[in-house]
T-cell receptor
């Protein structure tokens, strides 16, 4: 079974400050991990993912995340926040089941990021 | 690549009517499609998983006779909410994974969602 915990349902930063959104996971298999962003009244957009290989993953819009197995974490960071980064962010872990059932995602509860001018 | 569309984006219907929502993968073959429901300020709740040409697998507590899912082709899945009631009002989001998408079968790509309001 998989689970995801996002620490902090709301995070507020100043424009230009570091963004850190925390995600811890539990997985019975080596995890595939994802970060998605959701803007109001829209679907989810993939920011980045970790499957295998390099533990520091770079995504779109300047975001990156580091997979730390010993800490069961996959925190999302961005060096300098922009006003357009304000959105809801979801961390997710895949159960890695393949066709025909398909891989299923377990989502965290989400973190609302506010960027102050 | 890996674009998923949903139609309609917003629908308002009367109680007792049925509503169909379409989910299309525009530039890849979606071997698996997922349907989620999202309540305000909450995370996504998986309703069902469908594979092209086979019956959908519903999550526990989701009524299969109320939420009919069809995945007839590699680019189209539909969710029909039958005899809709106000408590079915929600934001419904589909996702797709498959061959030809940037992330392959391990990555889900999401549609923009459909806001359903039942009066």
């Amino acid at each position: 079974a998989q689970s995801v915990t996002q620490l902090g349902s709301h995070v507020s930063v100043s424009e230009g400050a570091l963004v850190l959104l925390r995600c811890n996971y539990s997985s019975s298999v080596p995890p595939y991990l994802f970060w998605y962003v959701q803007y109001p009244n829209q679907g989810l957009q993939l920011l980045l993912k970790y499957t295998t290989g390099a533990t520091l993953v770079k995504g779109i819009n300047g975001f990156e995340a580091e997979f730390k197995k010993s800490e069961t974490s996959f925190h999302l960071t961005k060096p300098s926040a922009h006003m357009s980064d304000a959105a809801e962010y979801f961390c997710a872990v895949s159960d890695r089941q393949h066709h025909p059932s398909g891989s299923r995602l377990t989502f965290g509860e989400g973190t609302q990021l506010t960027v102050n001018p | 690549g890996a674009v998923v569309s949903q139609h309609p984006s917003r629908v308002i219907c009367k109680s007792g009517t049925s509503v169909k929502i379409e989910c299309r993968s525009l530039d890849f073959q979606a071997t698996t499609m997922f349907w989620y429901r999202q309540f305000p300020k909450q995370s996504l709740m998986l309703m069902a998983t469908s594979n092209e040409g086979s019956k959908a697998t519903y999550e526990q507590g989701v009524e299969k006779d109320k939420f009919l899912i069809n995945h007839a082709s590699l680019t189209l899945s539909t969710l029909t909410v039958t005899s809709a009631h106000p408590e079915d009002s929600s934001f419904y989001i589909c996702s797709a994974s498959g061959v030809g998408g940037q992330g392959g079968t391990d990555t889900q790509y999401f549609g923009p969602g459909t806001r359903l309001t039942v009066l």
